[in-house]
């Protein structure tokens, strides 16, 4: 079956990031493909795990991704010091005699992210809110490009391979069904606590489930990578829940222009206009500011911001939540129509290699040495389930329309949700059962009868 056709029937999307339909990106042609198993976020183990297993597979499937983007470079980035994980795939190149590269990367935050790994590669910087393909790249994560492989073999995106990380005697890896609780998931790993809160993901960008009620409705997705465990009095727990109305309060009155935070920025590094000093300095006068123009020179940059945290979980000496304050302004300027002019030819500056931000430096600042493991995780796919719910939005754009009712019978692998018009992706189950609720949340699926 012709690749794009696979993968949007599979419904592929980006494992590691948002969900970007993977159907719409591959649909292109590219310079570069660059496959992302740097693993963006500490203490996540996933990218890891995929690229021990599955070495074979990846090179074979992603040689056929360059051949369709008819790619002059196929190239893998990771982090130098995986070095287990580059010999499996040094090994699977060889034996293949595969055009792929490695690009080994030095441990810095945040080296996953898609933009900052195309400038370290290609030596170009990604437009302002553009995409790695405005400069002739495409990135896909490793657990993207093995569902990609199942999807050439009809398979499709069911099930997802996760690691449970944080206050966990040792980290696991677990293989569910989408729509599985991440409770269930939590219960393979012999935790340290008993009273804990979970980020989805890892702990500069991960959501943070920070009560018993929402940890208990939140199920594991097609972008699900990492469960965080950690104590709830944590420091990362108690920033996540403080009031957004107390933050602009604190930005207002402590901020002391030290200028870390725009300093830092990793994407002011690569060319971008992000100054989040700038925006700090100004809230206390953002209400007073009724001229649009203004409004924009005063807090455009905030549109630019990625929101990796590298401003507040690291550069600020205060404590102050800079990437917050950008997030809040990015809904001021969505609410005025303010779209600020995008640079479409940034440069990166010439301080960008003294500026990476040491992983090890970061892990200390966030609390987090104590859950610093230095083994392969087991993997674990026993999970006992009497029921998943199944969302219907897991990706960027539209939500998938339900194709089951309730009543159904659903077998593992059925299609029970149908891609909206434009940007959009199926959505299969990996559980049999019957359907016995179809709402907002998602689809239900029991053994029970409904």
Sequence with gaps: MELIEAIKKAGVVGAGGAGFPTHVKLNAKAEYLIINAAECEPLIETDKFLCREFADRIIDTIVLMGEHLEAKHIVIGLKAKYRTEIAALEKAIESKNAPVEIHPMRTYYPAGDEQIMVQEI?????????????????????????????????????????????????????????????????????????????????????????????????????????????????????????????????????????????????????????????????????????????????????ANCSSCGVCEMFACPMGLSPRKMNDYVKGLLRGLGINPEKNQNPVAKSTIEQRRIPTDRLIARLGLSDYVFHIEPELKEDVELSEVVVPVAQHIGKPATPVVKVGDRVNAGDLIAEAGEGLSANIHTGFAGTVTEVGTAGIRISKKEA
């Design 122 to 302: 290609t030596g170009r910087s990604v437009p302002e809110r553009g995409l790695p393909l405005n400069v002739g790249a495409v990135v896909e994560n490793v657990g993207t490009v093995l569902s990609i492989a199942d999807a050439l073999e009809g398979k499709p995106v069911s099930e997802k391979y996760l690691s449970v990380t944080g206050a966990v005697r040792e980290p696991v890896m677990v293989k569910v069904p989408l729509g599985t609780p991440i409770r269930k998931v939590i219960e393979k790993a012999d935790l340290r606590v008993k009273d804990y809160a979970v980020i989805v993901g890892g702990p500069m960008m991960g959501q943070m489930k920070a009560t018993d009620g929402i940890i208990d409705s939140t199920v594991v997705t097609k972008t699900t990578g990492n469960l965080l465990v950690l104590p709830k009095d944590h420091y990362l727990v108690k920033r996540a829940v403080k009031p957004i109305r107390t933050m602009i309060q604190q930005a207002k009155t402590c901020c002391i222009q030290c200028r870390f935070c725009t300093d830092l920025c990793p994407r002011e590094q690569t060319g971008h206009n992000v100054k989040p000093n700038q925006i700090m300095r100004n809230l206390w006068r953002q209400e007073s500011i009724t001229d649009a123009k203004e409004f924009e020179i005063t807090f455009g940059s905030a």
